[in-house]
């Protein structure tokens, strides 16, 4: 998987995600607000990978996706903006993305579960507790 994540810290780059971004926000103008944030979010999985080799897909699209949804590198659009690179990212490691053929796929439910998980662990172990 590690060699599938550093093909990918290619493709998803800082100037790829503020295009997304600025569709997503249409006819509102992107803002961006936290470039070392999008840089930092956009290389998590990487370094997962790195760590730890045996992480699957939606494992590293729920880091990627969390990372822009709690950075917040945009001005508005940031959930929007990490899910839709969350899915993309899926998809360019040939697996179905979130939603396929209008469902709601597998991969989203563990994706989801992981991304919980993430930021359950960020905010604390109080948080866990609830």
């Given at each position: 998987m590690s060699a599938h994540a550093a093909r990918l810290s290619r493709l998803f780059t800082p100037?790829?995600?503020k295009r997304v971004n600025a569709q997503i926000v249409h006819p509102a103008q992107s803002v961006y607000t936290n470039p070392e944030a999008l840089e930092t979010a956009l290389n998590e999985p990487l370094q997962l990978s790195i760590r730890?080799?045996?992480q699957d897909a939606p494992h590293l699209a729920a880091y990627l996706s969390a990372g822009i949804i709690q950075d917040r590198p945009f001005k508005a659009g940031n959930s929007a903006t990490a899910f839709f690179i969350a899915n993309e990212y899926i998809r360019a490691m040939a697996i179905p993305g979130f939603?396929?053929?209008g469902e709601?796929?597998?991969v989203y439910a563990s994706a989801s579960r992981i991304g919980q998980q993430?930021?359950?662990f960020k905010e604390g172990p109080a948080s866990a507790e609830k």
């Open positions: 100037e790829y995600v730890d080799p045996t939603a396929d053929g709601v796929g597998a993430h930021f359950d």
